[in-house]
């Protein structure tokens, strides 16, 4: 049959659609018969149009799909955006376990005011529904650099070889350290360095800016470090770069009686807790540029004065529980992410009156302060920072 124009398609359905709706289904076939004869379409095309021809369409919904109702408004996602960036764009999992305690201390400080319900929404969303809202805003950090670990020959004998999993002790004190080079592309010269400690019991992490690698500057950094820290050292684990392998850093472990072992050349899976810290608060943070002078070495470590609050007070880090083989597939299992000051707080062999010293630091630190601070310091680094 010739094709019928939309205009008459129109009108020969709504001659018929009022009849059709009230017809038995023997004369709807019959209905159905007469006007696909007239107009072309299918039986149950001409079926569809009879039965709404003329009844209002209902509306879409502000988002347009089908399913449940939005439950997180945008300035839900606003607020959580806000966070997310306090916490150092951290992943759902530990942004859903520290987030409570950022927004307490935000409130506490006045420096965001949210009405209960969104307080309430934020404290009791979903580690899962976290990582979805902020899909789009989450970015890869891709950056690169040069490794400058010299091996030191002196005393490898004397000192014993430590694999990644092998230091099981659960107390605070046991650490792995070290060195992260700000010497952009090129290793000629002097430049700073940032020596990166870390605790394997607690995640408690310490950094402090070296002048250079010059033995006496790098155990005077840990020194000043371990003043810093809620705990002595216990046991030191370090590379096998001449900074660390060396006879004043051996002797001083031997008289305190702390265990001072090493990794294997070129195994950084053996160091991987300090080595992920190399990246997460170092090279994030300070990057691949070259720093040289005093005045570099100064504001890095104010710098580093105001991380060690931020990330041992307010960003919950993971652990490995267990890890097991089956064929060729590998089951891990992590506790429950918490920051290294609960991990702290937790533990039995902590004094009551270290415990208090962190409680009371705690309770007087503003987060959105430290970034504020943390960006001022960033910005006049970049100042000092060699072209390459």
């Known amino acids: 049959m010739a094709k019928v124009s ?5 009108e020969i359905l709504g001659k018929y659609t009022a009849t059709y709706r009230k017809a038995t289904k023997k004369d709807k076939g019959a209905i159905l ?3 696909c004869e007239s107009t072309g379409l299918s039986r149950d095309r ?12 209902p509306r879409k919904t502000s988002a347009g799909k089908r399913g449940r109702k939005r439950m997180y408004g945008d300035e839900t996602v606003k607020a959580l955006k806000e966070l997310w960036i306090y916490m150092d764009l951290a992943c759902g999992k530990r942004l859903h376990e520290g987030i409570g305690d950022m927004l307490d201390a935000l409130i506490r400080f006045g420096e965001v005011r949210y009405d209960d319900e969104l307080v309430s929404q934020l404290k009791t969303m979903s580690a899962a529904t976290m990582d979805r809202l902020l899909k789009k805003d989450k970015e890869a950090l891709r950056l690169k650099g040069i490794s400058t670990t010299k091996p030191g020959t002196l005393l490898r004998r004397d000192i014993p070889i430590r694999l990644g999993q092998e230091w099981d002790d659960a107390v605070p004190g046991f650490v792995e350290v070290d060195l992260v080079a700000h010497c952009g592309w090129t ?7 940032t020596l990166n400690v870390t605790d394997i019991c607690t995640g408690w992490t310490e950094q402090a800016a070296v002048i250079n690698k010059a033995q006496r500057h790098v155990f005077a950094g840990l020194m000043d470090i371990e003043r810093r820290q809620p705990f002595n050292y216990l046991g030191i684990d370090s590379d096998n770069g001449s900074e660390f392998i060396n006879h004043g850093l051996h002797r001083y472990c031997k008289e305190k009686n702390i265990v001072f072992t090493r990794s294997r050349a070129y195994r950084k899976n053996d160091n991987c807790h300090v ?4 990246w997460l608060l170092v090279r994030r943070h300070i990057g691949y540029g070259r720093f040289e002078g005093e005045n570099a070495l100064k504001l890095l470590n104010e710098y580093y004065e105001l991380l060690r609050l ?10 490995l529980l267990d890890k097991r083989r089956d064929g060729a597939r590998i089951y891990k299992r992590y506790e429950k992410p918490l920051t290294p000051y609960k991990r702290i707080i937790a533990e039995d062999c902590i004094s009551h009156k270290t415990k208090k010293a962190l409680e009371k630091t705690f309770m007087a630190v503003n987060p959105a302060q430290l970034m504020r601070d943390m960006i001022r310091i960033k910005s006049e680094l970049e100042k000092l920072r060699m072209l390459d």
């Open 187 to 193: 290793t000629a010269g002097e430049y700073i360095n």
């Open 310 to 319: 931020h990330v041992n007070f307010f960003l919950p880090s993971t652990k």
């Open 33 to 35: 018969d007469v006007v």
């Open 6 to 10: 939309m205009k008459a398609r129109k």
């Open 275 to 278: 080595e992920q810290k190399n």
């Open 46 to 57: 001409a079926a569809r149009l009879l039965s709404s021809h003329g009844k209002a369409m």
